[in-house]
């Protein structure tokens, strides 16, 4: 069974404030993951990171930062909450990828923002 | 940049097989993943597929032709909990081994 957590469910905010989303699992995985997703839409990578102290930006990274500083913590920050950030922000992990077995990701219940 | 292909929406009957398709741009393809998503929930894992042919796992199968650039996952004797999106997903070896991701097909069963 799966075990990442994430913090909040659902987050009502103003434009221009500095927002983090906590994200958590106690699986012991290297790689972990933040994507965003609007309803009925794709999931599109923001940032990613493939353990301690390694992050990396996917497609959507430039108006977020990322931090690894323990294997089971990879927090989202926005420095400055738009209206457009309004979406749901789902953390993910896996533990290995091998071309033999694929990439199998788990993910926490998502945050909901909406930006005001 | 590479993309997939899914149709946004299938309608089938409690009871039934139904096909969902996916077809992907290939270069440096890796594998194929299918994910399903509950309205409000997240993505939960079902099957992965690096290779030509079927692999079952209870009531779903996924299917693989790398040749044809294409996949489908197959969802028989239907049950109304089986009601929610279906993603499609693909490793490249360009992408740095990240997921790129199908925009998803909704899933609606009828009594």
């Known amino acids: 069974e799966a075990d990442i957590y994430q913090t909040p469910r659902y987050l009502v905010i103003g434009t221009g404030k500095k927002i983090t989303l906590e994200c958590s699992q106690t699986?012991?995985?290297?790689?972990m993951y933040w994507y965003q997703q609007d309803p009925g839409m794709e999931l599109h990578l923001i940032h990613y990171?493939?353990?301690?102290?390694?992050?990396e930006k996917g497609d959507l990274s430039s108006e977020s930062t990322v931090s690894r500083i323990r294997t089971e913590h990879f927090p989202l920050t926005l420095e400055s909450a738009r209206p457009s950030h309004t979406s749901q922000y789902l953390c993910?992990?896996?533990?290995?990828?091998?071309?033999?077995?694929?990439?199998?990701?788990?993910f926490g219940s998502g945050t909901q923002l909406s930006v005001l | 940049g590479q993309s997939l292909e899914q149709p946004s929406e299938v309608t089938a009957v409690e009871g039934a097989i139904v096909q969902i398709n996916c077809t992907y741009q290939t270069s440096g393809f890796y594998g194929l993943s299918w994910y399903q998503q509950h309205d409000g929930g997240a993505p939960t894992f079902l099957s992965y597929?690096?290779l030509d042919g079927l692999e079952e796992t209870g009531r779903f199968s996924s299917f693989l032709s790398r040749s044809d650039s294409y996949g489908y996952l197959l969802l028989q004797e239907l049950q109304m909990k089986d009601s929610a999106s279906y993603f499609c997903?693909?490793?490249?070896?360009?992408?740095?081994?990240?997921?790129?991701w199908g925009a998803g097909t909704k899933l609606i069963i009828k009594p």
């Open positions: 699986m012991g995985h290297d790689k």
């Open positions: 990171s493939y353990g301690v102290n390694s992050t």
């Open positions: 997903a693909v490793g490249w070896m360009d992408s740095n081994y990240q997921l790129i």
């Open positions: 993910a992990s896996s533990e290995s990828h091998r071309m033999s077995v694929g990439e199998k990701l788990f």
């Open positions: 597929n690096a």
